[in-house]
């Protein structure tokens, strides 16, 4: 059914002195016009703002590691939390679904994979629907990681402008800025522009476990109707622009496992006397990429697109500078002066991380230990025209062929823990469009248009399924520290994402394309 244009006032309101946006690039900028529907939506969410603390602060205390088996029930209680939030926000037809047992490898048999969310928030065939999408699972966290307060308790510093706690901006309070959008309606008596369809997963950090059977199932059920699909899981590429994203890297992640003694040894009787997975490890760990980041496994670089002058052409206009880059990691680090050459690297071309070692020592202290398996993990992120079965085979070969040239009699083997396809869309279209005017509005310059080096594989699957566009709509930063130690959310962005998201939806409703 066709979506008839919605009619608003049109007229320009000038907002008094008072009454200007939470700017961090110009905070003096005033709204030049808005529709009445937009002023005392954007009041309502200034004024609700120790409500929205509230639930913050409830969400973020439970520990919803979807990668931590031992943590499975945390993510149950997450997941019924929320649900218990948007019925009270007034969304209906509340379904979590539950998509079965966790596929190997695990450790716990049986798992139970955490439910989807799925909700509505309105009816109307008249309107236009946006699916908003989300997650409410989290990366590890402990204090002894090195983070300066309990990273599942959630600081609130308004004298720094700063919130800090794991999830707040990776994707716990983006996700809750939805159900804070459809209050601040709510509250200020004007009606939601759109209607709203929920899908919040709880394991976008372990890669979407079976929620692409679900989204193209439910593509001619739940799903049905659906124009526009909007997600809130990345960042600005800096810390001063806000930014739109029309692209993302892919991740396949791998684990090499090598088997030895039957055991774990004491290294004062056996060192020197058996073949040491750890020591094997190493080695094929360090045979995979060098340490200016080329990958050194054979044939990944044929895959890569080449890069055309039209594309290149692209980078220049972009606003980020090296040290935006030192200042978002904390350090001097970076591999390249240009920013061309930093963003390319981060954006168009694959990359090579070694993540950690597990059933190795790690704790404080010395353990003169030999350990009997172990287990290396590592990821690549993907870009066009990378296939992810082609990538797999020349990972296990290059890996297979490395420990073979080492000659030890232990045993190893490499497998794909999961994958994601890379995401490239229009940037140009309806949903861009009605983007691009709500930042502007809200933060008072365009935002640049960017692709990201982080990957959302469900990203593709929603646009392939249903058939429509899918927007990346930040909130957060690109210093925030999303799955890093003292992860935070600065609170002009956390109140400036939430009238960017309603100035979206009251766009997109009134564009009379979808």
């Not at 907002?15 to 961090?24: D, E, K, M, T």
């Not at 997941?79 to 679904?97: C, P, R, T």
């Amino acid at each position: 059914m066709s979506k008839k244009k919605l009619q608003y006032n049109s007229d320009p309101f000038f907002l008094s002195i008072n009454r200007f946006v939470c700017c961090p690039i110009c905070p003096r900028a005033p709204f030049t016009s808005m529709s009445h529907s937009l002023t005392s939506v954007f009041q309502k969410i200034d004024a609700l703002k120790p409500q929205f603390f509230s639930r913050l602060t409830k969400a973020i205390q439970i520990p919803a590691v979807s990668s931590d088996e031992s943590l499975r029930p945390k993510l149950f209680e997450k997941a019924k939390f929320i649900s218990e939030q948007l019925s009270q926000s007034g969304f209906y037809d509340i379904k979590l679904v539950e998509l079965g047992v966790q596929p190997p490898p695990i450790s716990t048999p049986n798992l139970s994979l955490p439910p989807v969310i799925l909700s509505r928030f309105g009816n109307d065939p008249a309107k236009k629907t946006v699916l908003v999408y989300g997650h409410y699972d989290v990366q590890p966290a402990q204090l002894e990681d090195g983070w300066d307060t309990e990273p599942f308790k959630l600081v609130i510093d308004e004298a720094n402008g700063i919130m800090k706690g794991r999830g707040i901006t990776d994707d716990t309070g983006p996700l809750l800025s939805w159900i804070n959008v459809v209050e601040a309606f709510s509250a200020s008596g004007k009606e939601f522009p759109v209607n709203l369809v929920t899908c919040f997963e709880g394991m976008e950090e372990s890669g979407s476990l079976k929620l692409d059977e679900l989204i193209e199932k439910e593509a001619t059920g739940y799903f049905k109707g659906v124009d526009a699909v909007c997600i809130s899981d990345n960042y600005w590429l800096g810390t001063k622009k806000p930014v739109l994203t029309y692209g993302l890297r892919g991740c396949n992640y791998y684990q090499t496992i090598i088997e030895g003694p039957g055991a774990d040894l004491h290294s004062g009787i056996f060192g020197g006397v058996v073949a040491e997975p750890m020591i094997d490890l190493m080695r094929v760990l360090g045979s995979l990429v060098d340490s200016k980041g080329k990958i050194l496994v054979d044939g990944i670089d044929e895959m890569v697109a080449p890069l055309t002058e039209k594309e290149k052409a692209l980078y220049k206009d972009i606003e980020f500078s090296v040290e935006e880059l030192n200042e978002a990691t904390g350090s001097k680090t970076s591999l390249y002066d240009k920013k061309e050459d930093i963003l390319m690297h981060r954006w168009r071309y694959p990359s090579l991380s070694i993540h950690g070692v597990e059933g190795a020592f790690s704790a404080q202290g010395a353990k003169t230990v030999i350990p009997a398996k172990v287990l290396g993990k590592f990821s690549i992120r993907t870009v066009p025209d990378m296939d992810s079965e082609r990538l797999t085979s020349l990972v296990q070969k290059h890996c297979d062929a490395h420990f073979k040239s080492l000659g030890s009699p232990n045993k190893c083997r490499t497998e794909l823990i999961h994958d994601g396809a890379y995401w490239v869309s229009d940037p140009f279209n309806a949903q861009f469009t009605a983007a691009k005017k709500a930042t502007k509005l809200v933060y008072g310059v365009d935002p640049d248009f960017t692709r990201e080096g982080g990957s959302i594989p469900i990203t593709l699957t929603f646009e392939k399924a249903l058939k429509t566009s899918v927007l990346l709509l930040p909130m957060g930063r690109g210093d925030d520290g999303a799955h890093s130690i003292n992860e935070k959310l600065d609170i002009s962005n956390f109140i400036g994402g939430m009238k960017t998201m309603a100035a979206y939806l009251q766009y997109y409703a009134e564009s009379p394309e979808n």
